[in-house]
């Protein structure tokens, strides 16, 4: 297991940007995707972008191309997620997720992610 702590959430205006940022403890980072989601009231979990265990492939849902971008600093065990030109449809709850089978390329589903951070509220007021 894996333990994962979000940060950067807040509220922010439409337009507005910003950095979400996971870090990791436990088992080995380097060897994990990591991936993020969002859960807005009401919803289902939805896919917001994901990056494999070396950083060579990303993945964003249809919504997110454009305006999201996901990176990893294996050195620090932490996953980011750089939101720009924010919107009020992106409200939710942001949750990290580490993938639970190891060197894995992607692309993946909710399925294949097995630790779950507490996540953190992103607001974005219109």
């Known amino acids: 297991q894996v333990q994962l702590v979000e940060s950067g959430g807040g509220l922010v205006q439409t337009g507005g940007s910003l950095r979400l940022s996971c870090a990791a403890s436990?088992?080995?980072?380097?060897?994990?995707?990591m991936g993020w989601f969002r859960q807005a009231p009401g919803k289902e979990r939805e896919f917001v972008s994901a990056?494999?265990?070396?950083?060579?492939?990303?993945y964003y849902g249809d919504s997110m191309k454009g305006r999201f971008t996901i990176s990893r600093a294996n050195a620090k065990s932490t996953v980011y997620l750089h939101m720009n030109n924010l919107k009020p449809e992106d409200t939710a709850v942001y949750y990290c997720?580490?993938?639970?089978?190891?060197?894995?390329?992607?692309?993946?589903?909710?399925?294949?992610?097995?630790?779950w951070g507490q996540g953190t509220q992103v607001t974005v007021s219109s």
């Open positions: 990056i494999s265990w070396s950083g060579g492939n990303r």
């Open positions: 436990g088992r080995t980072f380097s060897d994990s995707a």
């Open positions: 997720a580490a993938a639970s089978s190891r060197f894995t390329t992607g692309p993946w589903g909710l399925a294949d992610f097995g630790s």
